[in-house]
């Protein structure tokens, strides 16, 4: 680290935050993946995996790009599916959406800013 350079393992670093893997919720805050700036999530999610209940963030903004998969992202005015890699969705602070992985999919969420849900 002493050269400015941080390398590591989005799934292993994720693992006990559900993917995420940079954000303010990590810990000790001297980690430079500890920021308040910016979340990064690696997910991973088979084939069926959904996210049935509407959720929504009131103070972020939302990003979500497909590395490999088929992922469906259900917002309450229009329905989106990320099918090639590449694609992605964004959204703005107070959308509300559910997610279902339409095939076993890898996918990569940034929000920004981080900060702890209400």
Do not use: C
Not at 15 to 42: A, C
Not at 44 to 69: A, F, M, N, Y
Not at 90 to 115: C, K, N, Q, Y
Request: charged share 25%; net charge negative; hydrophobic share 35%.
């Amino acid at each position: 680290m002493s050269s400015g350079v941080i390398i590591g393992n989005s799934i292993a670093e994720g693992k006990d935050y559900q993917g995420w893997f940079m954000g303010h919720f990590i810990s000790p805050s001297s980690d430079p993946r500890s920021t308040n700036t910016v979340e990064l999530k690696w997910g991973t999610h088979r084939q069926g995996d959904r996210r049935e209940d509407w959720t929504k963030d009131t103070r972020v903004t939302s990003l979500s790009i497909l590395i490999s998969g088929r992922f469906r992202l259900e917002f309450s005015e229009r329905s989106v599916l990320l099918a090639q890699q590449g694609d992605y969705a964004m959204w703005l602070p107070g959308v509300e959406h559910w997610w279902e992985a339409e095939a076993d999919t890898t996918i990569l969420t940034v929000r920004f800013p981080s900060m702890p849900s209400p």
